[in-house]
Structures are given as C-alpha cells and as structure tokens.
Nanobody, 125 residues
Framework: QVQLVESGGGLVEAGGSLRLSCAASGNIFSINAMGWYRQAPGKQRELVAVITSGGRINYVDSVKGRFTISRDNAKNTVYLQMNSLKPEDTAVYYC???????????????????WGQGTQVNVSS
C-alpha cells in the first residue's frame, strides 16, 4: 500500500506565500515523477507543476516565476513553494506521483499513479 499525505494548505492574503508538502510512504521501489494539480470550484483539474526523477520540471504558464517545485528523494517528498499568491490560485491542491512498488522479494512490481487527499488553498484579495 502506498499513501501520499499532503500538508501546508491554508488561508493567506494576496501576495503571501505558502509551502505545500507531500510525503509518499509505503512499499516503494522508486518514484518516477511527482507533481501538483489543483481544482477550483466548477473548474477542471489542471496540472500545476511536475518534476521527474531526472530533475526535469514543467509549470503551467500561470504560475511560472511564482511557484517552485522541488523534491527530496531521500524523504520521498515533493514540495511546492508558492510565492506572490493571487486570488485565482484558490483551489484544492492535489499531490500526484507515479510510483513503482516492491514485491516481497524486493523486485520492482507495478507502476501506477497515486493521489494525495487534497489540501485547500484560499487566497484572499
């Protein structure tokens, strides 16, 4: 079993900052990529940022220059540093990861996508 546990959401004024964390735990062999999605009420979920195991990073245009994604491989944790927050950043933020699990004999098993529980980010104007 693999779980992604998120933290760091909350209420902040426009121009403020928040740092989201997502820690993966369980029978993990490797993590290929980790990222963040968000979903505002009445809107579709969108990819915010992703970082691969090789360090390649992509951001949605609306957050470039303001958000920074990073990863601590030793802790199986991904972070999203959000600066200069805007009201339009208000959404539920979901952690996402492609994870290969271990077999009982320590060989790689299946790779699949896992989701965090979501954390609410509210930015007031």
């Amino acid at each position: 079993q693999v779980q992604l546990v998120e933290s760091g959401g909350g209420l902040v004024e426009a121009g403020g900052s928040l740092r989201l964390s997502c820690a993966a735990s369980g029978n993990i062999f490797s993590i290929n990529a980790m990222g963040w999605y968000r979903q505002a009420p009445g809107k579709q979920r969108e990819l915010v940022a992703v970082i691969t195991s090789g360090g390649r990073i992509n951001y949605v245009d609306s957050v470039k220059g303001r958000f920074t994604i990073s990863r601590d491989n030793a802790k199986n944790t991904v972070y999203l540093q959000m600066n200069s927050l805007k009201p339009e950043d208000t959404a539920v933020y979901y952690c996402n990861a492609d994870i290969t699990t271990r077999t009982w004999y320590s060989s790689p098993a299946n790779t699949q996508t896992y989701w965090g529980q979501g954390t609410q980010v509210n930015v007031s104007s």
